[in-house]
């Protein structure tokens, strides 16, 4: 039976209490202290309070994997044991950040960890790992589909001992929040190369880098995401060291397949939580109201979606911890065909039942009074950030086909 381990369970356990003491009862504030701030994208006092009594419980960096075990009290997390912590966490929009969990730090952490040579870490890792920073993974560009990672259009070429970077990102999560201090940015190195799998490269550039302009937030679905955010980015003639250099020239596509399928797989464990507490207080709120003289939860149409929505949350939990279980034992890249599989059906699972789960609230489920719409928005921008659904389709679709297409 695929179940997390003693350790996760104990672990869980902490977490949830913690959820209760001190996260679920500091959502109005949060919100408040966001729509009266000056600076929607400045550092939060509320959220750095957190963050100390976090690190003080031992909540911290519990993504860590156990390879990298040295830079975790809890000696590193399987995929299969942070599964159920990260949906916990995924049950409050901001909370990850409290915990040193939350996107794109949690990537660009382990791509450092992967990849960073060891003045890197001391530059970067090290504050990333003390939640003294944040950092952005700038990547998705506005001119060109950047579902098809080989079609990235940056330019980074090198001039004497430094690399120079022009072009254009979008959608770049984090890059407004004013504790951003670093970009792992990927750009084409070497557009004439025939493998084209070889013509990227990633480098780290400091937000603070003169020719950065980070130009405007943007949002989704009318929400900023504030504020960790996203935002639209130009890089104009922009100078770093050729120490700088990710892993090696022309190796940016292997670093974002390593980068994103971890990412692929967090963003479907907190959507978990997200519709966990979505349906939970769905049935708190069918049994608080009436309609035509009986309580809601007693009209057939609302038991058939809450079953339905009870029934796909468990398949969707137990695909993310099957998939999270098969990269623990085989690694990422055999694990590939679940992971894309995770991709394509959680975050669109999750937005359905999320929006019946807002239906049964009646006008108010579309409101900031709870947390559904904002979760809701959560998972129909998962449907495009890591990989839109086509392309994780079209990817499995191929494999399947190639794997039965001919057996007996």
């Known amino acids: 039976m695929i179940v997390p381990s003693e350790k996760s369970a104990n672990i869980l356990g902490e977490l949830k209490a913690f959820m209760a003491e001190h996260i679920y009862s500091a959502e109005t504030a949060h919100r408040e202290a966001l729509q009266s701030a000056e600076n929607r994208f400045a550092s939060m006092p509320l959220v750095e309070d957190l963050k100390d009594k976090a690190r003080s419980a031992g909540l911290w960096n519990l993504f860590v994997p156990p390879e990298f075990a040295e830079h975790s009290e809890h000696g590193g997390m399987s995929?299969?044991?942070?599964?159920?912590?990260?949906?916990?966490m995924g049950r409050v929009i901001w909370s990850p950040e409290v915990f040193n969990c939350n996107a794109p730090d949690t990537g660009n952490m382990e791509v450092l960890m992967k990849f960073g040579t060891e003045a890197q870490k001391k530059a970067w890792l090290e504050p990333l790992l003390g939640g003294e920073i944040r950092?952005?993974?700038?990547?998705?560009?506005?001119?060109?589909?950047?579902?098809?990672?080989?079609?990235?259009?940056?330019?980074?070429?090198?001039?004497?001992?430094?690399?120079?970077?022009?072009?254009?990102?979008?959608?770049?999560?984090?890059?407004?929040?004013e504790r951003c201090k670093i970009f792992i940015v990927m750009g084409k190195s070497d557009a004439e190369n025939p493998n084209r799998h070889l013509q990227q490269t990633q480098i780290l550039v400091p937000k603070d880098t003169p020719g950065v302009a980070v130009r405007r937030p943007l949002t989704t679905l009318g929400y900023d995401d504030a504020p960790i955010g996203h935002a639209e980015v130009i890089f104009t003639d922009v100078r770093v060291p050729l120490d700088n250099l990710l892993l090696g020239e022309g190796r940016?596509?292997?670093?974002?397949?390593?980068?994103?399928?971890?990412?692929?797989?967090?963003?479907?464990?907190?959507?978990?939580?997200?519709?966990?507490?979505?349906?939970?207080?769905?049935?708190?709120?069918?049994?608080?109201?009436?309609?035509?003289?009986?309580?809601?939860?007693?009209?057939?149409?609302?038991?058939?979606?809450?079953?339905?929505?009870?029934?796909?949350?468990?398949?969707?939990?137990?695909?993310?911890?099957?998939?999270?279980?098969?990269?623990?034992?085989?690694?990422?890249?055999?694990?590939?065909?679940?992971?894309?599989?995770t991709k394509i059906s959680v975050p669109l699972m999750v937005q359905n039942l999320i929006d019946r789960c807002?239906?049964?609230?009646?006008?108010?489920?579309?409101?900031?009074?709870?947390?559904?719409a904002e979760q809701f928005n959560y998972a129909r921008w998962c449907r495009q950030a890591d990989g839109p659904d086509e392309v994780h389709q079209m990817a499995l679709g191929k494999r399947v086909i190639q794997r039965y297409a001919h057996e007996s």
């Open 358 to 372: 807002m239906q049964m609230h009646g006008a108010g489920g579309l409101t900031e009074d709870w947390c559904m």
């Open 135 to 177: 950092s952005s993974y700038a990547m998705t560009e506005p001119q060109v589909a950047s579902s098809d990672a080989t079609n990235i259009q940056l330019d980074i070429r090198r001039d004497g001992d430094e690399w120079v970077l022009n072009g254009h990102k979008w959608f770049i999560t984090g890059a407004p929040y």
């Open 79 to 88: 995929f299969l044991d942070y599964a159920p912590l990260a949906e916990e």
């Open 252 to 341: 940016g596509f292997e670093i974002a397949q390593s980068r994103l399928a971890p990412g692929r797989m967090h963003h479907c464990m907190r959507l978990i939580g997200a519709a966990q507490r979505s349906l939970e207080l769905a049935c708190q709120r069918v049994e608080d109201r009436e309609t035509f003289g009986k309580k809601l939860s007693q009209h057939q149409s609302i038991r058939e979606n809450i079953a339905k929505s009870y029934a796909e949350l468990e398949m969707a939990r137990l695909l993310v911890h099957k998939t999270c279980w098969h990269i623990d034992r085989q690694g990422v890249k055999p694990s590939i065909e679940l992971i894309s599989a």
